[in-house]
Each structure stands twice: as C-alpha cells, then as structure tokens.
C-alpha cells in the first residue's frame, strides 16, 4: 500500500498540496512563537548605568521581607526609605556625599519621559558637556540629547528654564540636570547618595543600620531608576509570546486536523473502488496513515524552514513597536524546532485517524454512488466528543460564577476558555449547519428562480464540506469577539465602576511622581465654592494563609472629604469610622469581617495592627483599601477631588483651580474627563499582544480557508459539469458557486458568534454578581471586517477553480466525455 499511497499522492495533488499547506504553516506558527518565547526567558547581563562611575552607593531600605514557615517573603515598597540621617553623619566623616535625586519633568518641546537630577550626579554615568557649561542659577538646566541647545528657553511644570548646557545622551534616559539646590526644592526627599569613600570603611561605619544598602561594583545597578524592567520586559514578552503561541498553536492543530479529515472524507468514491479491487480496511487505514505521514514530514519539514526565517522578522517587529526591550533577539535554540516538528507529525496523522477508520468501513458499492450528500456527517464519537467539551465548558463557567466570578476577569482565563467552546462547537457543527443554513437561506430560496433552492441545497446536502470550509471562519470570528470583546467589556466595567464611585466634580492631578507641595494643597483649598478631598497613593501588605505576602493598592485621605467626594461601593460598616486606628478593606482579602483587626504593613514597611472599619465589594478587582495619611507616611498627594458646594459656579472654580496649581503644573479635569483618562482601553503591550494573536490567526485562517475552498471546489468539477448539461450557463455556475461560498461564511461566523456570545454572557453575569452593573461591548467593526475578509477569500477561492474547471469539456453523468 506504500506504493499506491506515492501514486495517491501524485494524482490526488490538489487535496495533498491544500493538506501541505495547512500543514507547513501551522508548523511554521508553533516554530516561530516557539523561538521567540525560548529567547524571551533569559536576559542578557546588565551593568550600573547612572552610576557606573560612582565609587559607593549608598541606598535607604526598599523592600520588605516577612519570614513565613516556608521562606522568607519579599515585595518591593511603595515608598522606599531614605538613609537616616544618622548614617548620612557617619558617611560625610568618611568622604565627600552626593545626594542623589530623581522627579519627572514636564517640558514643553522635549521628551515625554524627561528626568531630573542634581547636576552634581552627572559625573557618575559619566555625562560629559558636549557644549555650554554646567547650570549655576536656579532656572539654568543641562539637558542630555539634541532637542534643545544652550541658550533655548523652555516652558516647564516648575517654570520657565533657560538651556546653558548639553550632554550626550547614554540611551538609558532623558535627563534634565539642575543645580543641586533647586533639585533639591523640587524633590526634598533623597533616597540614596554616593560617597567616595572606601566600599570597606563606609561597610564598617554603617554596620549595625539595617535600613540601608551598601552597593558596589555590579550591585550598583540597583540603584538606578528601574533595575528590574529587563525582568519585567521579560515577564510581559512571556505573556504575550505565551497567549500568541498559545492562540495560534491551537488554531494551527484545528485547522490542520479539520483539513486532513475533510482531505480524507471527500475520497469516499476513490475508497470504495479500492475496495471493489479487492483492498481489505487494514489496506486502506495504512495507506492513509503512509500518505499522512508522508505529507507530515515533508510539510513539518518545510514550516520549520519557514519558522527559522519568520521568527527575526517577529522580533525585529516587537523591538520596533517597543513591545520588547533593544537588547531583544532570537537565540540559537533547538528545542522549539522539535516542539513544531512533531506536534505538526502528530497533527497530521491524528487529524486522519477517525478518518482512516471511516475509510476503511467504506463499502465497495460507494464506487457506484452518484449523490454526494453526507448521510453520516455525525459519527457517535464526534457527538461524544463534542457533547463532552460543550458540558465541561459549561460547568466550569457555572462553577466559576458560585465559587469564585472574578476568576472569569483573568486574562489567562477569558483567553484559554473560547478554545474549548470553539472545539466543542466546531465538533457538533454537523448538527448545527444544516439549520442554519436553511435558515440563512429561506429568503433566498423564496425569490423566483432556483438559485436560492439550488444554493440551500448544496450547502446542507455537503454538511462535511460546509463544516469545514466553515472552521476557519469560525475560529476567526470566534477568537476575534471573544478577545477583545472581552478587553473592551472589562474596560467598560471599569470606568462604569469609577464613574459610580466618584462624586466630586473636578479631578486635579499632580504632572509627575512628587506630588503636589504644601503650597499647593493650600490654593487648592483656599478657591471659593469648593469642598477638596487630598489623596495619596500608597500600598499595604498582609500575609494571608500564613505563606503569601499580598501588595494591596491604598489611598490615604481624610475621612470626613472621602464621605464627601466619594461614594465607595460599601458591603457593609460606615465610612465615617475610618481613623488613624482602622482601615477600609474588600471582600478579596481573608479577614474582612467589621470590627475585627488585622496585621498589616504600610507602605514603608512598618508593621501594624489596624481595625477594619468597613467592607468593600470585590467589583473589577481594583478597589484597593483605604486608610488615612497618617497610615501612609512618605506618601504624596497626587490627586485632589473637588466638589462644588450648592450655588457654586462651575466655571470659576474651574479657574479657580487652574490658577491654583499652574506653578506645579497639576491639571484639572472634569469627573468624566478623568475617568476616560484614567481608565482608558486596555494597555497598549495587551492591545497590541492580542492584535499579533488575532493578525497571526486571520492570516492563517485566510490562508487555510482559501486553501480549504479550492480543495472543495476542485472536488466538485462533475458537478459543475451536469449543472453545465442541465442547462445552466457558464456565469450562473459561477454566481452559484460564489453564493455557496458566502452561504458557508456566514455559517462560520454565526457559529463563531456563538462562541463569542456565550464567552461574553459568562464575564457579564461574573460582573453581575461581583456588584458592576454595565453593558457588554461587542467589537462589530472588527467582526465586520473579519467576515468581510474571510467572504471575499471564500468568493474568489471558489470561483477561480470553478472558473478553469468550466473550461474544460463537459463530462457525462457516467463519466464520458463529450
């Protein structure tokens, strides 16, 4: 049978060059987010960048570290601690001491991510003047790059500052030097210093203070701005690279396996007349088997070919989209070239199994068969499968919601459950096509003629060539509705519950990370027909199950504002009893019982026992606790709310607040103007994460659905050919077969719509019962252009093979020409 499996392969060419296709692709897929999910998972080695130059630095305690039963447990803190000044005393005998500071800059004309820093730290990166000289007076600045040059004047949070100097930029950051008297009135607090002193000689003099760090050599680094953001950079390439390759492994093995199974369904006729000659179903199954697994080497083969030439251009793409960090490229491993290899072999001849069974069940009088309607589309197995997959989704989704319904806002959730429902429904299509497509198409076929007929008919009676020309479709509109219908429904839910939650009128932030000054708080407070709530933004620790330290997000006001300018989604106490004493905590966190205390950490890492004053429902996730500035220490206001009192003019407290805070460069906007600011769309790596995923699909599934269609309508040629002799001509053959090819779409993306649907309906009903009442979002533009994509491919896939197969002579009902 080896040998006719070879011979299969050079007549049937069509069907095995679609599987190839499929095939080689799919691998092609798996093999590049295999590579660059292989190079995502170690970065390179990085230095100190800011002071590579400094002999010692000295730096206050920033993290917090709680000993458990299994280990110690260790988060970064909110607000870092300075290094006592104790220490400083002991530090100036030993050598000269730098203090170091760092504050955002806002400058009209320069970069976004503009930084400052006293100019007395420039000589440890080292910067180097390029041109002018070093800033004396109070509003004379030294920037780092070429967007301003000395002598430019340039508008700025803090005021106006005149350019006397350049550096060359090192590619770490935009730097904008200051003399250090002025950085020090604009940023008071100095976390870390540099003394030049011997590293063993300062080691010695702070022994004994636990909260400092003494750095040097490559332990410097820690002391620049983010000495984790290749870790971090790190961990989003992997959730991106991980949800893409994910997505689109499973859309390469239901393609390939839909493909290979419809390759081998649609041979009916060619398996019965082996049968006829004499071939046994042992005979049949192998040559199957030998065909598959000789497309399967050759197209695995081939897309890890593609792979190795795919994967640097996908890299090159996410450095230049700032997805991934410069230093990012694709490494010399192996491993994923296996992974594709043999998932796309196994693929391949796993996709032909349940066919090569059919296959050899096949009776000789098939050979005789002149309909094609598939009288057992829907074997016991698919139906079991299918009907398994459908309860399984089903009943994770109701557990979910009586357990636990935030679980259906997890990322890693709303991605991984529409592929179980696409699998689910793509098996127990069968079943639904017929249906639909008679319900599609009963206008069509009201209309006078018989091309509606004619069209309803095919498509039903073909319900295996339906099925899976319409997969592609399906998992395309699919992903696409459940994915960032998803995204754009929790953003909704979030700015509906921020919307909710706020009561103030205006919103006044602070342009950069030191917050707004006491002077400002004092204007802000002083305009005329306003009540001001200052908040801070902070964090708190608790171990909770003895073992798990969790960060939770605080804002720390003032009581008697927050009941006035905020109205928090309460499950229980009042929010007048909030004290120095007592905290505002929600139902996620173990110990949310009214009037009960519990241990936490504040964000400077200062343990304390605080009372819980009232309870906040869990919402989206983000409602954080609440506690008072006292329970804050270090913490800047950061944002101020503002209501007006009965009477007041909106327009001129409006004023009133811009005049208040233009020295610091704060900005005022409306309560509804700050919640689209705040709560804008998903993030832009997430956004772009899942366009690569859905790109990469709709590529594909293009790719598969146009090869799937001329598969299909190459099969067709003596069909085409009686319609030919019953009378129809050349372009009413022509428009049918393009109708057909619509008829399938539609199919697909009212199957995938399903899916979406369901998916959406479970996050919907989890907001619900999590207490955010809003609106599911359905992305129709996005699902208009993916349908409108995927129908003009179906079309054109169809009708060019269906154009050259009418050129040929017209072949008779027994099979003679004419």
């Known amino acids: ?70 280990g110690d447990r260790t988060r970064k803190l909110a607000q870092p601690r300075a290094v006592p000044a104790g220490a400083v005393a002991k530090l100036r005998a030993l050598g000269t001491v730098v203090e170091d500071r760092s504050f955002a800059v806002r400058a009209e004309g320069g970069p976004a991510d503009l930084v400052g820093h006293p100019w007395s730290t420039a000589a440890f990166a080292p910067y180097e003047l390029r041109a002018g000289r070093a800033p004396a007076a109070a509003d004379e600045v030294v920037v780092s790059g070429d967007w301003a040059r000395p002598g430019t004047r340039v508008r700025t949070g803090g005021g106006t500052v005149r350019v006397v100097g350049t550096v060359a930029g090192l590619g770490f950051e935009n730097a904008v030097f200051y003399p250090d008297t002025r950085a020090a009135e604009l940023s008071p607090r100095s976390l870390q210093l540099v003394v030049d002193a011997d590293a063993a000689a300062v080691r010695e003099a702070l022994r004994g203070t636990g909260d400092v760090q003494v750095l040097t050599g490559q332990a410097r680094r820690y002391a620049d701005a983010d000495p984790d953001r290749d870790s971090e950079a790190l961990t989003a390439m992997n959730a991106m690279f991980g949800t893409a390759g994910g997505v689109t492994g499973f859309v390469s093995v239901f393609v390939v396996a839909s493909t290979f199974a419809f390759a081998v369904a649609q041979r009916r006729r060619e398996f019965g007349l082996l049968r006829t000659a004499g071939a046994t179903p042992g005979q049949l199954r192998r040559m199957v088997g030998y065909e598959a697994l000789a497309v399967g080497v050759l197209a695995s083969a081939t897309g890890c070919v593609l792979g190795s030439f795919g994967a640097p251009k996908l890299a090159a793409w996410a450095v230049d989209e700032n997805l991934a960090p410069r230093w990012f490229t694709i490494g010399d491993h192996t491993w994923p070239y296996h992974l594709a290899f043999w998932t796309g072999l196994l693929v391949a001849l796993c996709g032909v199994l349940a066919a090569s069974w059919r296959a050899g069940r096949t009776g000789p009088a098939e050979a005789l068969r002149e309909a094609s309607a598939d009288t057992r589309a829907m074997t016991p197995g698919r139906r079991l499968s299918g009907g398994a997959l459908l309860i399984t989704a089903a009943v994770m989704t109701v557990l979910a919601l009586v357990t636990d319904p935030g679980e259906l806002l997890q990322r890693k959730t709303y991605v991984s459950r529409p592929m179980l429902l696409i699998t689910a429904v793509a098996l127990l299509a069968p079943v639904l096509v017929r249906p639909l497509v008679r319900l599609i198409a009963w206008l069509p076929a009201q209309l006078p003629g018989a091309g509606g007929m004619l069209v309803r008919e095919n498509a039903a009676a073909g319900v295996r060539r339906t099925a899976a020309v319409a997969a592609p479709v399906l998992v395309t509109v699919a992903l696409a509705g459940s994915l960032l219908g998803a995204t754009a429904t929790l953003d909704g839910a979030k700015a509906t519950e921020a919307r909710a939650r706020t009561a103030a009128d205006f919103v006044v932030t602070a342009a950069g990370d030191g917050g707004f000054d006491e002077a400002t708080l004092r204007r802000l407070r002083a305009v005329s027909g306003t009540e001001v709530s200052a908040g801070a933004s902070s964090a708190l620790y608790v171990l909770e199950d003895g073992v798990a330290l969790i960060r939770s997000d605080a804002r720390a006001v003032e009581p008697q504002s927050l009941a006035a300018t905020t109205r928090l989604p309460l499950a229980a106490g009042k929010v007048s009893d909030l004290d120095d004493d007592s905290i505002i905590v929600n139902e996620e966190w173990e110990n949310h019982t009214v009037g009960e205390r519990v241990d936490v950490w504040l964000g400077d890492g200062t343990r304390k026992s605080l009372k819980i004053a009232a309870v906040m429902t869990i919402g989206t996730g983000g409602n954080g606790v609440y506690v008072t500035p006292r329970n804050a220490p270090a913490a800047p206001v950061d944002r101020v709310d503002v209501r007006l009192t009965r009477g007041a003019d909106a327009s001129a407290a409006a004023a009133g607040l811009r005049q208040a805070v233009r020295a610091s460069g704060g900005q005022v906007l409306t309560r509804d103007a700050w919640v689209t600011a705040a709560y804008p769309e998903t993030s832009r790596t997430t956004r772009t994460g899942f366009f690569l995923v859905l790109g990469i699909a709709l590529l594909y599934t293009g790719i598969s659905l146009a090869n799937t269609m ?15 002799l019953a009378g129809a001509t050349g372009g009413q053959v022509l428009r049918l077969v393009g ?27 989890a907001l619900g019962l999590l207490s955010v009442r809003t609106s599911t979002e359905i992305p129709w533009a996005t699902l208009t252009a993916v349908l409108g994509a995927c129908a003009s491919l179906a079309v054109i896939s169809a009708v060019v093979p269906a154009g050259l197969a009418l050129r040929r002579a017209a072949v008779g009902p027994a099979g003679t020409r004419e």
């Open 1 to 70: 049978m080896l040998s006719t499996a070879l011979r299969t392969l050079r007549t049937r060419w069509v069907t095995f060059a679609g599987s190839f296709t499929a095939l080689s692709l799919g691998v092609a897929l798996i093999a590049v987010m295999g590579l660059a999910l292989a190079s995502s998972l170690d970065a390179p080695a990085r230095g100190p960048e800011r002071f590579a130059a400094a002999p010692v630095v000295v730096k206050g305690r920033d993290t917090l570290e709680v000993p458990t039963p299994v």
């Open 710 to 724: 001329v598969m299909a309508t190459s099969d067709r040629v003596r069909e085409l050919a009686v319609l030919r």
């Open 739 to 765: 109708a057909e090819a619509l008829m399938v779409v539609m199919v697909g993306g009212l199957l995938g719509a399903l899916v979406a649907g369901l998916n959406l309906m479970g996050m919907w009903s």
